[in-house]
């Protein structure tokens, strides 16, 4: 069986694998503290072109995100999001568990926009029962999104100062951002990250690490003993360094964005024969994540040799599904899909 259902279906970079073995056996202190951690964190605010940053190391994207709307929320407040945010319908609640809720917007393309946020605070604010109901105090939105759509930097400039003016905290959850930063239609890079807002995450799961986020605090006042809350969130790993290695390897030498562009690579190949397939997308992604529509025949067919992500129903006889490439995707089975996919719907036609 050959998987395009994820980015996170192969294990990490053989760089990465080799810099663990050449290091296995070097003593350091733990928690975060040792060398490779603050070279990591030194070579991140480096390309974040500033130097008044946080920098952390979480083992994945859940733990990450609780982790920091937590810190951000008080009892009575809680996040923001697209009804299909990662946090709101990939994470078992975990958001919730911690006593917050999601505030969904409709997004259908996975995107909310500023003036939606600017409606839904204005509609709270003017409530006369407002204290009865969840204050909004942090807009959750991620870069690429769930439908592997990206924020242009106009949009995003302007979530962000809506932000501001309203005193609300602005995260972004980079789980897939390699691919967001590199997909050429981006005018996004990491310094405006930085300069626009308050949290965001650098996603090594899915962009060839073995596992691991590195976040990025901005907001002085998520910043502040920010620590305590990893801890008490059972994120302060003993061997911390097995992240700061990793992100040391991935950003040294570009080492992110190289294989960025190769998933980005494998992408359109599937997307040019998917086009010429005769295929239609239910979103339009331009980055690692597809969404065509396919008829159940064609599917059934898929399924026999390939593992694709069942999204939704679309009619009485096709779905939508998602094909993901990732870092590690082989192109001999990128060929071989695109030749089978030609080949099913020959078959598919010729049986009418």
Not at 112 to 124: S, W
Not at 143 to 158: D, N, V, W
Request: net charge negative; with cysteine.
């Amino acid at each position: 069986m050959i998987y395009f259902t994820s980015d996170y279906c192969e294990g990490c970079h053989e760089k990465i694998l080799e810099r663990l073995v050449q290091t296995n056996y070097e003593q350091t202190p733990g928690y975060g503290t040792d060398r490779h951690c603050q070279a990591a964190a030194a070579l991140i605010k480096a390309e974040c072109k500033r130097e008044d940053l946080d920098v952390h190391f979480l083992v994945g994207g859940t733990q990450t995100n609780l982790t920091v709307i937590d810190a951000a929320l008080r009892p009575h407040q809680g996040a923001v999001c697209a009804e299909s945010g990662h946090i709101n319908v990939h994470e078992t609640g975990a958001v919730e568990a911690t006593g917050h809720k999601c505030l969904t917007l409709p997004a259908p393309d996975g995107k909310i926009t500023a003036a939606q946020v600017a409606e839904l605070v204005r509609l709270h604010r003017t409530d006369e029962s407002m204290e009865h109901t969840i204050q909004p105090k942090l807009v959750y939105i991620s870069h690429p999104t769930e439908y592997g759509t990206l924020y242009s930097l106009k949009e995003l400039e302007a979530l962000s100062a809506v932000c501001r003016e309203l005193g609300l905290y602005l995260f972004v959850d980079g789980a897939r951002l390699g691919y967001g930063l590199r997909c050429p239609v981006s005018d996004v890079g990491l310094p405006d990250l930085a300069r626009l807002c308050d949290a965001f995450y650098i996603g090594g799961t899915k962009v060839g690490a073995l596992f691991g986020e590195a976040l990025v605090l901005t907001h002085p006042m998520l910043r502040e003993d920010f620590r305590y809350l990893i801890k008490q969130h059972g994120g302060m790993l003993a061997k911390d360094r097995l992240l700061g290695i990793q992100f040391e390897v991935l950003f040294e030498d570009g080492l992110y964005y190289r294989i960025s562009d190769y998933a980005l690579q494998m992408a359109r190949i599937l997307r040019s024969a998917l086009t010429d397939a005769g295929l239609a997308m239910q979103v339009e992604s331009p980055t690692n994540q597809l969404f065509p529509i396919v008829p159940d025949t064609l599917l059934e067919k898929l399924r026999e040799k390939y593992a694709v992500t069942y999204m939704n129903r679309v009619d009485g006889h096709s779905s939508c599904i998602r094909l993901c490439t990732s870092w590690a995707t082989r192109e001999e089975d990128v060929r071989a899909f695109c030749s089978d996919l030609h080949r099913y719907i020959g078959g598919t036609h010729g049986n009418g």
